[in-house]
């Protein structure tokens, strides 16, 4: 499976934008698909997820009510609509993508989108 994100950009506080994720390759194998975030100096944190019927979603505390995470199977896409921005929001978005093929599990990540929120 190949992850291509696309989306980000410099935005207000306050502002909002929509990352997307563009899957390829055995996307019938995926299971479960996330966003993760990483800023400067800070560990890669999990932001969001979604099974694959886009039935179940989770989020962390720090974007409940402000983030959106939606799919489309039919387009091998998975979205990040986020709302409300704050500086702290700034990090590089990493999608990710889990699951089984051939009997082993695998995890996937794109290559990454930076997403910066100026005060």
């Known amino acids: 499976v190949q992850l291509v994100e696309s989306g980000g950009d410099l935005v207000q506080t306050g502002g909002s934008l929509r990352l997307s994720c563009a899957a390829s390759?055995?996307?019938?194998?995926?299971?479960?698909m996330g966003w993760h975030r990483q800023a400067p100096g800070k560990k890669r944190e999990l932001v969001a997820t979604?099974?694959?019927?886009?039935?179940?979603?989770s989020y962390a505390d720090f974007v409940k009510g402000r983030f959106t995470i939606s799919r489309d199977n039919a387009k091998n896409t998975m979205y990040l609509q986020m709302n409300s921005l704050k500086p702290e929001d700034t990090a590089v978005y990493y999608c990710?993508?889990?699951?089984?093929?051939?009997?082993?599990?695998?995890?996937?990540w794109g290559q990454g989108t930076q997403v910066t929120v100026s005060s």
């Open positions: 979604i099974t694959t019927s886009g039935g179940s979603t």
């Open positions: 990710n993508a889990g699951g089984y093929y051939l009997g082993s599990h695998y995890s996937a």
């Open positions: 390759g055995n996307t019938f194998s995926i299971n479960n």
